[in-house]
């Protein structure tokens, strides 16, 4: 798998370069308004697909949503609190999302951990599409952000989430009772986690110093 990065132009002061990753056969790049019409399309084309797994939602088949919703997400990324990508084919036409990957709830202090999301459009399935992006972001967040954790979770009958996670190396870490209100219920959910096998522990004997006189 190619995970060249490539930068994005230089993000505000103490926020990372936007991320742009090249797999072998996918282009994932940070969510933007300019990706507004997509994502509606996008959601248009999975509202049966998505149904199931997802909680409810706004206006999601908007393209107007999407263009505040994602003008919103941009400040989050700057100040370090969210991550939301996109995976777009490398070749053929690019007027069709492949998947999506969230990173949101980054905490920093002891915790240093964040939430995982994603999915991935009901055509591209079965093809390790959503195996290919996710493998390329999360190396990407361990080592751009350097967090020590990420969880994600699923609905026990999820077979295909609870496959994929497992690859990706995630461990199953338990069981959480009525997690989520979806489909008109509230959800068991499965919750796994994978830690970051290069994480320094150093941040923090930097971060208890005491400052110079």
């Given at each position: 798998m190619d995970t060249t990065k490539q930068s994005a132009g230089a993000g505000s002061a103490g926020a990372p370069p936007a991320?742009?990753?090249?797999?072998?056969?996918?282009?994932?790049?940070?969510a933007t308004p300019a990706h507004a019409?997509?994502?509606?399309?996008?959601?248009?084309?999975?509202?049966?697909?998505?149904?199931?797994?997802?909680?409810?939602?706004?206006?999601?088949?908007?393209?107007?949503?999407?263009?505040?919703?994602?003008a919103g997400a941009l400040p989050e990324f700057e100040a370090g609190q969210s991550v939301r990508l996109v995976a777009l084919p490398r070749e053929g036409p690019a007027d069709r999302l492949v998947a999506r990957v969230n990173f949101t709830?980054?905490?920093?202090?002891?915790?240093q951990s964040c939430m995982l999301g994603f999915a991935v459009d009901r055509d591209f399935e079965g093809r390790g599409l959503m195996f290919e992006a996710l493998a390329a972001s999360i190396d990407w967040l361990f080592d751009t952000?350097?967090?020590?954790?990420?969880?994600?979770?699923?609905?026990?009958?999820?077979?295909r989430s609870r496959?994929?996670?497992?690859?990706?190396?995630?461990?199953?870490?338990?069981?959480?009772?009525?997690?989520?209100?979806i489909d008109?219920?509230?959800?068991?959910?499965?919750?796994?986690?994978?830690l970051n096998p290069r994480f320094d522990d150093s941040v923090f004997a930097a971060s208890a110093a005491p400052a110079p006189d």
């Open positions: 991320p742009q990753l090249l797999t072998e056969r996918l282009f994932v790049e940070l019409a997509l994502h509606a399309a996008h959601f248009a084309a999975n509202r049966e697909h998505f149904r199931r797994w997802d909680p409810p939602r706004g206006a999601v088949e908007s393209e107007r949503y999407w263009s505040r919703a994602l709830l980054i905490a920093r202090g002891p915790f952000l350097k967090l020590h954790r990420v969880q994600a979770s699923h609905r026990p009958e999820n077979e496959r994929l996670l497992a690859r990706l190396g995630f461990a199953v870490e338990g069981l959480a009772r009525q997690y989520l209100f008109g219920a509230w959800r068991d959910h499965v919750i796994n986690a994978r």
